[in-house]
């Protein structure tokens, strides 16, 4: 289905070479999006163009998410290519299933590294991309989780900081509405928050495979709809988990 507000429009998606960010990008270039992914492994982002249906197309740029730099070469080079773009989702992202404990300091600081402070480098530097071109309607959209919001009791409570690098982006997500509603930006900013989805990112969990779960496509559509809705309305946090089908 093409879509209704961004036919044609760009989008640069983080992490985009597996799981769901390889899911969102497949969807909206199928809607008739021009897609940038960025990720280290491009191989993947560019073999996403064989299962293309619709209109749009995907572009793959080798970017290493923990270091600055490169998070700036790619925005500096995706401006330079295609001059501006409409959409960003920040959706690259990483856990470590251990006790805090138990965590060694390097574990702890490449989770925050990806985490929060590269979804922060990439958010500036969107806004400053988005704010260059006046009156330019825009969408940002941030992968979180429901463990941003609230952690659960489980019987083997393996998260360590993962939740406190999630509500770090929650608290982030609402100072920067603010920052765009005091700078009068065309900037709609929503915040997906899902619960286990059955991806690679679960396998340092041996529970998990017992537990109901989102697939790729669930999250994809979640986040399709936000894009979709009217130019005055802003979605502002999306929360999806999955739940057991009885009877079946």
């Known amino acids: 289905m093409t879509s209704k507000h961004w ?55 080798c970017c290493d998410l923990n270091d600055e730099s490169s998070i700036l070469e790619a925005f500096k080079w995706i401006q330079e290519k295609f001059t ?17 404990s138990e965590s060694p300091t ?12 590269a979804t922060t480098i990439c958010l500036r530097e969107g806004l400053r991309a988005m704010r ?6 825009c969408h940002i959209i941030i992968m979180n989780s429901v463990l941003g919001h609230r952690v659960p009791d489980v019987s083997m409570p393996l998260f360590s900081v993962y939740p406190a690098s999630k509500h770090a982006i929650a608290a982030l997500c609402q100072t920067v509405r603010q920052e765009i ?11 997906i928050n899902p619960g286990m989805v059955d991806t690679d990112f679960l396998k340092v969990y041996a529970t998990a495979s017992k537990m109901p779960k989102l697939n790729t496509e669930d999250v994809a559509q ?9 130019p005055h309305v802003q979605v502002e946090d999306v929360t999806l988990q999955s739940v057991p089908i009885h009877g079946e």
């Open 222 to 230: 979640a986040l399709y709809y936000t894009l979709e809705t009217p």
């Open 7 to 61: 036919y044609k429009k760009t989008a640069v998606i983080t992490g985009a070479s597996s799981g769901i960010g390889a899911c969102v990008a497949l969807k909206l270039a199928n809607a008739g999006i021009t897609v940038i992914g960025l990720a280290r492994r491009v191989e993947l982002i560019e073999e996403l163009n064989n299962q293309i249906t619709g209109e749009g197309k995907i572009h793959a740029y």
């Open 106 to 117: 390097s574990d702890i600081k490449q989770l925050y590294d990806l985490n929060v402070f």
């Open 181 to 191: 509603q005091f700078l009068k930006l065309n900037i709609k900013l929503t915040s």
């Open 84 to 100: 501006t773009f409409q959409i960003l989702i920040c959706n690259a992202g990483m856990i470590r299933a251990n006790f805090l």
């Open 132 to 137: 260059s071109t006046p009156n330019l309607n």
